[in-house]
């Protein structure tokens, strides 16, 4: 992205230096509205700073680190979540399979390192580059970031990371190498919500595709004040969960 000399100014954060407040982030009539800053350090601290704040990192190669915080907010709430009757049907037979599982943070290095190498319709590269996946993997270290994986006859087919504090939980990015792959990791990540009361996961930005698994747009302020209340709540010991079959199926829309 280029920063022409009419644009807003972006502020550059040091390296111990707080992350702006999110009501200084560029509006609707700029040239990337969402974006709040830019900075050279990129790691597990930061990272729990900016997703405390509602605040998130991306950038491509030979940028600085981008921080965004758009508003509205694209966010999935579990219990609108769209279990189709497609998907149902799919994760059900695999269910029959013992050459088929489900599970949390088995390979979570494999899981980042399968989304930063998946070709996404309209873009030419990865947003994952090296430096994400090293702070991500130290927020892992940290029992910060997870992964909802799906394995098939021992191979790692499908999956998505997220981070989680307390029981706030911000979706990352997801692959899949089979049909389905990632909405089956999906519903593995929003079955545990379910079952935990957790009411929200964050998106970040809206796409068609998570539009049509039931995320909608919420104001920043809206999103922020679950995120707190969320934060506040003990954390889940995801390595020790598995799929909850009954809260996907007390869901109310199997279209």
Aim: charged letters at 15%.
């Amino acid at each position: 992205m280029l920063i022409e000399p009419s644009s807003p100014t972006l502020p550059w954060v040091q390296p111990g230096e707080p992350l702006p407040c999110t009501s200084l982030t560029w509006g609707p009539s700029s040239p990337a509205p969402g974006l709040l800053a830019a900075s050279s350090d990129l790691n597990a601290e930061r990272l729990i700073e900016s997703y405390s704040n509602g605040i998130f990192p991306w950038f491509s190669e030979g940028q600085p680190v981008l921080w965004w915080s758009p508003d509205p907010r694209m966010v999935l709430q579990t219990h609108q979540f769209r279990f189709h009757r497609s998907l149902r049907q799919r994760l059900k037979q695999h269910l029959k399979s013992p050459r088929f599982e489900l599970c949390f943070d088995r390979d979570f290095a494999g899981v980042i390192h399968h989304c930063s190498n998946a070709v996404r319709p309209g873009q030419k590269g990865t947003w994952i580059l090296p430096s994400m996946v090293s702070a991500y993997t130290e927020l892992h270290q940290l029992g910060l970031a997870h992964s909802a994986e799906v394995w098939l006859d021992g191979t790692l087919v499908a999956g998505l990371y997220f981070v989680a504090l307390g029981q706030a939980v911000f979706g990352e990015s997801m692959f899949t190498r089979i049909d389905d792959g990632s909405k089956m990791a999906l519903a593995l990540l929003v079955s545990v919500a379910l079952e935990h009361g957790v009411l929200a996961i964050d998106c970040q930005q809206n796409t068609r595709h998570l539009a049509s698994l039931g995320a909608h747009e919420m104001s920043r302020d809206t999103f922020m004040t679950g995120v707190r209340q969320a934060m506040d709540r003990p954390g889940i010991d995801w390595a020790q969960q598995t799929l909850y079959w009954h809260a996907l199926t007390a869901l109310d829309n199997p279209k």
